[in-house]
Every structure is written in structure tokens, then in C-alpha cells.
């Protein structure tokens, strides 16, 4: 069984799929792993580190060559992993509804494609959920990116020249990456407030001391959707939402936005009208921007400025972290693979619960009902 670990191609993409660690728990199950030259400088990683672990260092063509699993952070273009096995496995976050080209040529290839962001929301995957891991990072980031733009402090200050009021800063979207943006903003100083369209969520926002702010007039709250995700409201409740929020945008310092819908759009949750009544020097971090954007006007890759109030667009913000988001990308994979590791073939051996849900290509076609 060889696995390789491949460096990333991507424009700004930091990360890599495997750790020193990871090497040496995979090797440690029998496996022979192969790791690209410079795959993990990016992360603060040294070729050596592989290496003392038992990895095999080399160029690209000879660490894919009769690979059986290949890891990647995103999915690696065909036309570089040519000569992995017949079969082999691609184990990465591949962006199916995006890239879907490159999942058909996968498919066209002979490899069996697995996409680790489709993996279910359920207890024993938890350790596997790269969605998770990394959003949890990028909630943090984007608290430590809207301190960066902003102009003033975050905590109140009481000094011989007076007080300064703390921040007021507004989380909406309240999976993974809020309530992360929620704990880092109240370790800061600020007044935290949240929202969300899913019920269960107001009790974890007031459990981290922030104040949850949920529409009142429109009985039940219908985002729940499948697998804890959220999912498209009604036209009553859209209406409503977006009134108590213009009332409250205009009182915050900062305004942080999650929200997702999987293989849809990402929520438009902030008009330019809404952007027009804030504060001048304030600060929108779109999370979302590339699905789409929660903000009109956020551009992806880019911090604008409209009405006065910056609008803060980073690409891939995990890969901002890389050292850190690598650790837990790397043992998301490494817990994947080695929950389903059989001794007897050397190799994982997947169930149909949690198979079935990520395996996008097999056999030389497309079988993830999600894409068909």
C-alpha cells in the first residue's frame, strides 16, 4: 500500500495533506508513503521532517508512481497524478459542485475520487470532518482579520485619558466557524451578539456569554436542515430576518458572516442599503465570499471599502493558518483512513454509510447521487 502526499498547486493554497505525524502513524500501519519534495515548506514543514518519520522524498511523477492513495488538501489536476495505480484513490476536499470538470476527469481516468467535504455529520465521522477543522480556524482568523481592519480597540479600556467603549461585533451564522468567531471576539473584548436561522443554535450562542438576537414574529424557526447544515427559509421568515437585522447592523462596530447552504450559493444576508447605515471605520469579514458572498458588494481576494465600511474578502482563510490548519487537515485524513484500515490487505476497506456519502467517481463514472 503506497500513499502519497502531494504539494498543492493552487494559487495561495498553503496547506498540505499530511504531517510528520500522520507519516509516522501511516507507516505505522504498514503503509509505505511517499511525500513530494517541498509539499510542506508552505507550512513550515522541512522535506527532513518527512524523512525522520519514514517518508520517501521525490518529484512529483515518482511519488505518484503506483500510488494506491493519493492525499491532497484540493483536488490535484489529472494530468499530474498519472501513473498512480488503476483505481487508486484521490483523498481530498475536491469542491464537486464546483469543479465539476475535474471530477468527470477523474471518473474518465479510472480513479476513485473521494470528497472529504461530503463527509456525514455523524458522531464516529466527527474526527474525519475536514469542514470542521478547518472553519473552526477560519472563524478564529476572521475575528484576528477584522481586528487588523478595523481602526480602533476591542476591549473597553479605562485609562487616565478616559474610556474607550469595547467593540460591537455581530456573528451571523452560528455552525463551526461562529462559534469560534463568537469565543475569539469575547476573548478580545468585544460585545458579541449572534444569529441563525436554526433554533438549536441560541443556546449554544448564549453559552459562550454572547447575546443571541432571533426573530420573534414568524412562528418556528425553519432553517433546519439535513446533517445540522442549514437550509433556505421561507419568504416570511427571509422578510422578517432582514428587518431585524438592518435595526441592528447599524449599531455594530463589526460584523463577521458564515453562512453556507451545501451545493448552493451562499446566503445574500447583508444588502449595500444595510452596508449604507453603519458606522464609518467599520468591518464586514465575508466568510462565504467564495461561494458567492452573505455581503453584496465583497469581492473574493480582496478588502474593499463602500459607504466607508471595509468589506473583508480573503480567499481559502484556513490556508491563512497553514501550519495549524495542515496539523488538523493531516489528522482528519490519517482518522479517516485508519478507522477503516484492514490488516489483513493492508489497505481501508470502507462501509457503505460513510463509502457511499463521500465516493464521488468508481468504475469509470460518476456515482455520488449528490452529483447525478
Do not use: C
Not at 46 to 69: E, F, Q, W
Not at 195 to 213: F, H, N, P
Not at 271 to 299: R, Y
Amino acid at each position: 500500500m503506497k500513499i502519497a502526499i502531494i504539494k498543492e498547486l493552487a494559487e495561495g493554497e498553503r496547506r498540505v495533506a499530511g504531517t510528520p505525524e500522520t507519516v509516522k502513524k501511516f507507516v505505522g500501519l504498514g503503509a509505505d508513503v511517499a511525500v513530494e519534495s517541498g509539499a510542506g515548506l508552505s507550512a513550515s514543514i522541512a522535506d527532513a521532517d518527512y524523512a525522520a518519520m519514514g517518508a520517501t522524498l521525490g518529484d512529483r511523477a515518482a511519488t505518484v508512481a503506483g500510488a494506491d492513495i493519493i492525499l491532497g488538501v484540493q483536488g490535484p489536476d489529472v494530468a499530474s497524478i498519472t501513473g498512480a495505480k488503476p483505481g487508486a484513490w484521490v483523498v481530498a476536499g475536491l469542491n464537486p459542485f464546483v469543479e465539476r470538470a475535474r471530477v468527470d476527469a477523474y471518473a474518465a481516468a479510472g480513479y476513485e475520487a473521494l470528497a472529504m467535504e461530503f463527509m456525514p455529520r455523524i458522531t464516529r465521522a466527527q474526527s474525519m470532518d475536514i469542514l470542521s477543522s478547518q472553519s473552526n480556524l477560519a472563524g478564529y482568523k476572521a475575528v484576528l482579520d477584522a481586528a487588523y481592519e478595523y481602526g480602533r480597540a476591542f476591549p473597553m479600556m479605562m485609562t487616565a485619558a478616559g474610556t474607550i467603549s469595547p467593540a460591537k461585533a455581530f456573528i451571523m451564522g452560528v455552525g463551526v466557524a461562529g462559534l469560534q468567531a463568537i469565543a475569539t471576539a469575547k476573548r478580545l473584548g468585544a460585545q458579541v451578539s449572534a444569529t441563525d436561522v436554526r433554533s438549536a443554535t441560541k443556546e449554544q450562542i448564549e453559552s459562550l456569554g454572547a447575546k443571541a438576537v432571533f426573530v420573534e414574529s414568524v412562528a418556528g424557526i425553519e432553517g433546519e436542515g439535513t446533517g445540522g447544515y442549514a437550509t433556505e427559509m421561507s419568504e416570511d421568515y427571509q422578510k422578517a430576518q432582514a428587518e431585524l437585522v438592518s435595526s441592528h447592523i447599524a449599531k455594530q462596530d463589526i460584523v463577521i458572516t458564515t453562512a453556507l447552504i451545501p451545493g448552493k450559493p451562499a446566503p445574500r444576508l447583508i444588502t449595500d442599503a444595510q452596508i449604507a447605515t453603519m458606522k464609518p471605520g467599520s468591518v464586514i469579514v465575508d466568510l462565504a465570499v467564495e461561494q458567492g458572498g452573505n455581503v453584496e458588494g465583497a469581492v473574493l481576494g480582496q478588502v474593499v471599502e463602500r459607504h466607508g465600511v471595509k468589506i473583508v474578502g480573503h480567499k481559502n482563510v484556513p490556508s491563512r493558518l497553514a501550519t495549524d490548519a495542515s496539523a488538523l487537515f493531516a489528522r482528519n485524513l490519517y482518522n479517516f483512513l485508519s478507522a477503516f484500515w484492514n490488516k489483513e490487505q493492508n489497505a481501508p476497506v470502507l462501509d457503505e454509510e460513510i463509502g457511499n456519502a463521500i465516493r464521488v467517481t468508481q468504475g469509470g463514472k460518476v456515482v455520488s447521487e449528490r452529483l447525478l
